[in-house]
């Protein structure tokens, strides 16, 4: 069965300065990986997916990630981050043809001015 | 445009006590999912549907039953609520797999 392991329960920041909030996954099948925004008190949004093709992806609000397969990382990186950007984030994976998301335990991201 | 709707969002429910999560969604999408979100647990699927008329169990759906008469409804049904059942609910739909999942707000749920 796959699974979904975000090391970093925490990563505190200070505003501008870029993040790294990690993600790997373990499957012996492809996959498809996903990164989802939570803000408080609602529900999730896509921030940017990996389905196949070029392995850096780009999503919103200036976040990209990188898809590497030998090391079964789908790590999210953003080179300068806002107050806004405070929330949790969680990695997910779907097994092709599945159709079923497994999330990771979540990163909480703190930024302070 | 609604997408995900979730009612109530807040309950309270005494152990013993049966109650309807109820989820809707305006997208006409095939796939709807019940989540439950646990503090430094993440999201654990509880169930799942393809369409009308399909379910299935996902990582948690002991105490818990769907139905999925129409595309657009996927309510969830506790018969006996327990204190382990104490968690937010997220309703999410997708038009197909590989693609974005929408979600609700969500229901925060306590048994007592």
């Known amino acids: 069965a796959q699974s979904v392991t975000q090391l970093d329960s925490q990563v505190p920041v200070f505003e501008e300065a870029p993040v790294e909030l990690r993600c790997n996954y373990s499957?012996?099948?492809?996959?498809?990986l996903f990164w989802y925004v939570q803000y408080p008190n609602q529900g999730l949004q896509l921030l940017l997916k990996?389905?196949?093709?070029?392995?850096l992806v780009k999503g919103i609000n200036g976040f990209e990630a990188e898809f590497n397969k030998s090391q079964t990382s789908f790590h999210l990186r953003k080179p300068s981050v806002h107050i806004s950007d405070t929330a949790e984030y969680f990695c997910?994976?779907?097994?092709?043809?599945?159709?079923?998301?497994?999330f990771g335990t979540g990163t909480r991201l703190l930024v302070s001015p | 445009n609604a997408g995900v709707t979730q009612t109530p969002k807040f309950r309270i429910l005494k152990i013993g006590q049966s109650m309807t999560l109820q989820c809707t969604q305006d997208m006409n999408h095939n796939y709807m999912y019940w989540y439950r979100q646990d503090p430094g647990m993440g999201l654990k699927l509880i169930y799942y549907?393809?369409?009308?008329?399909?379910?299935d169990k996902g990582e948690v759906p002991n105490g818990y039953n769907v139905s999925r008469s129409t595309t657009e409804d996927f309510p969830l049904r506790l018969e006996l609520a327990a204190p382990s059942q104490t968690s937010v609910y997220f309703c999410a739909s997708s038009p197909a797999g590989n693609t974005e999942a929408f979600f609700g707000q969500g229901t925060r749920l306590t048994v007592v």
């Open positions: 997910a994976v779907e097994v092709t043809g599945f159709q079923k998301l497994v």
């Open positions: 990996y389905l196949s093709g070029s392995t």
């Open positions: 499957s012996s099948v492809s996959v498809y």
């Open positions: 549907s393809v369409g009308a008329g399909i379910t």
